[in-house]
Structures are given as structure tokens and as C-alpha cells.
């Protein structure tokens, strides 16, 4: 059977150096990764990836508002991953009220997490999240 997680790469509204990130774990020091996470069976890349914002996040996505980037794709740890760019869809991002395990945070607290940090900076290169450039 065929490992599918799939997420979201959230920029910030007006600040291009912010993502919206999760804590993996409540106790200091947490690790801040993007939201995302494992599909459901029978679930594609792209329905789990609003999904699991939803879930992690409170915001609801439409699928359509994936869809202007091409995805990253890409084999982490046996694991076929799905990433899409969500970039100024709203205001909405900006004025979310964001507590506890869920935050912006900067593009290099993100990349910080070691045991995904060459995935991660595949994936904001994929996106010209780094070296100035902006998707």
C-alpha cells in the first residue's frame, strides 16, 4: 500500500519571510513544521491537504485555492508527499486569531527542524520562498 501525506505551505499575507507553522509537541523546545499531514485511505494529495488544515489550523481551504503553483512532490522517509503554496489568498490568514501550537513563524525557524530540514529547503526553493525570490 502506497504512503500518501500531503500539506500546506501558508505564506503570510503581507509578510513574505512568515509561514504558518504547527508545533509538533507542547513542551519547549518545540519543533515548528508545516501544516500537513497523513491521508485517509482512498484520500488524494489534495483533498488531505485541506483537510488536515482544517484540522490543524481552523481555516477552510477550497481546493481550487491550491491549485495556482504546481505542487511539490517529493519521497520523504518512504512517505509520497504533496505540498502546495497557499500565497495572499485572503486577509483572512492575517487576522486569524493563532494560539498555542499553531503560529507564523520565519522561513528559517522552519528550516531549523533537522530531520527535515533538506526536505524543507527543497520545498521553499521549489515555492522561491528563499534567496529573495517570491512565488
Known sequence: MRKVSAGVCIRHP????????????????????????NADPGETPLDCAVRETFE???????????????PFVANLEGWETTFYLATRLSRRFKRC???????WKPIETILKFVPYEAYNRALFEHFGLLGGQHA
Open 14 to 37: 503581507s509578510r513574505d519571510d512568515l509561514v504558518l507553522s504547527t508545533s509538533r509537541g507542547l513542551i519547549p523546545p518545540l519543533r515548528w513544521v508545516l501544516v500537513g499531514g
Open 97 to 103: 486569531s493563532l494560539e498555542g501550537w499553531v503560529a
Open 56 to 70: 490543524e489550523t481552523g481555516i477552510r481551504l477550497e481546493p481550487e485555492e491550491l491549485l495556482a503553483y504546481d
